[in-house]
């Protein structure tokens, strides 16, 4: 039996995966983990755009009673008036759009912090209700469930970012 050959003292220390390599593989793994929610809410975000959003609204008034009904963004959109609706709408398509590009590899914090400054003007369009007049209507079930998938939205964003912040960091 062969006895085992002694270390050279000349090679360098054995270098198992460049810095690099390692980087790109745990940014991969970390927004692989997050990609599987940005799907799901993508689609439901789409989803709670066709439901109503807020609730008619019965007034009345010495000159006598009126209701406004309003439906959903589409269809406040397409009213006159419908200014903010026009803006939520191309807020929703930049939600939508930018968690469609989340669900392939991220490389960096700015397409989540994209994604939660998106989700989070949705929420406070929802919160304020712009352009429905007074009173303001409530949230219906749709809308209730909109503001909610919002709020995910941008916590999920944030946290996809700030993980990503740190690990770039270390």
Known sequence: MAAPEPARVDQPPHVLVEWSEYVAVVRGSISDRYARFYAPLAMGSVVLAFLPLFKD????SESGTYSAKYGSVFDM???SGGGPAVIGLFLLAGLVSALILAVFRVRSAVLPGVIAGLAALIVLMLVTKPGTGDPTPDLTDGGLA????AVCIALLGITHAVHLSWFDRR
């Open 146 to 149: 909109g503001l909610v998938l």
């Open 77 to 79: 959109a397409g009213r």
């Open 57 to 60: 609204v019965v007034v009345v």
